[in-house]
């Protein structure tokens, strides 16, 4: 059979910032706006993202996935560009989208995401836009399985959970799909482990245990801004878990340029075979090659 390519972004953490009314700077987001304005603006460039969305579209994935804080503050004036920031990206059917913790920053608008990007994130048994979680979206070979860890949190936090509702649909729903012939990847925007306290997954020891028992193919995450390749046990082989840099980023510090993955897919022999092309915004601000590795 042909492979099937999917390509996985994340963290856009889409510029410019809309000007926020004064109203909106209270709590956590006075502080993500001085942050914002002092700090952060200087590294997500929408010129970086903008080449490396051209130079993956120019690959012609089969499939998009996108792991979340496509916002900042999650200003209400923040959420329409986001839709048509997707939009230019491709349709509602050929990409998919889960949230960060920067896309449900706060209570007041903690929804906002999925009354916006609803068509992007519900999967294929919710008519309408609805955005429950886990959601399955199947697209060729592939059952993709959207998980959201996007809370909003104490000020300088940026933890997330599934919770206790999500965990057990989780289990179901890979109880289900284990005894199918499907290529599974689940999305979540949390690494799985983390030893950055502020910033881990709070439940990821739970998430584990169903891996464990049930397994998936592959894991794509976001919210590190690095490049990351871990392996965590699943029920007959290691399960390859994937994080990339955020894709509007000039490198600083510990974190890398802007990168994105494309997963090559396929059935042989009995087996899944999946490799794996990082490309990567160089110094000149153009587009290349990382490296290539072979997931399984």
Not at 100 to 126: C, K, L, M, P, Q
Not at 131 to 144: H, K, N, Q, S, T
Not at 244 to 251: D, G, I, M, T
């Amino acid at each position: 059979m042909a492979a099937f390519t999917l390509a996985h972004l994340s963290d856009p953490h889409l510029s410019p910032l809309p000007k926020p009314r004064f109203s909106e700077l209270v709590g956590k987001r006075a502080l993500g706006y001085l942050n914002w304005t002092h700090n952060r603006y200087k590294f997500h460039r929408r010129d970086v993202l903008d080449t490396l969305v051209s130079d993956m579209l120019a690959q012609t994935p089969d499939h998009i996935a996108i792991t979340g804080d496509l916002v900042n503050l999650a200003l209400e004036a923040e959420f329409a560009p986001s839709r048509v920031w997707l939009e230019s990206v491709g349709t509602p059917e050929r990409v998919t989208v889960i949230p960060g913790n920067h896309d449900a920053y706060v209570r007041s608008t903690r929804n906002r995401f999925a009354e916006t990007w609803g068509s992007y994130i519900a999967g294929d048994e919710i008519s309408g836009h609805g955005a429950a979680f886990p959601a399955v979206r199947r697209r060729g070979p592939l059952a993709l399985i959207s998980v959201s860890s996007a809370v909003p949190t104490a000020p300088l936090m940026a933890t997330g959970w599934l919770g206790s509702g999500q965990l057990e649909a989780l289990a179901k729903t890979l109880a289900g799909l284990a005894a199918e012939d499907v290529f599974r990847v689940l999305l979540i925007h949390h690494p799985l482990r983390s030893d950055a306290h502020t910033k881990r997954l709070t439940d990821s020891s739970e998430v584990l245990a169903l891996l464990r028992q049930h397994g998936v193919e592959l894991v794509l995450h976001g919210h590190d801004h690095i490049h990351s390749a871990i392996q965590v046990e699943g029920p007959k082989r290691p399960i390859p878990v994937i994080g990339v840099p955020s894709a509007s980023a000039l490198p600083h510090g510990r974190h890398p340029a802007a990168a994105y993955n494309i997963f090559s897919i396929r059935r042989e022999a009995g087996a899944w075979r999946c490799g794996q092309i990082v490309r990567g915004i160089n110094e000149a601000r153009r587009v290349r090659e990382i490296r290539q590795t072979r997931l399984m």
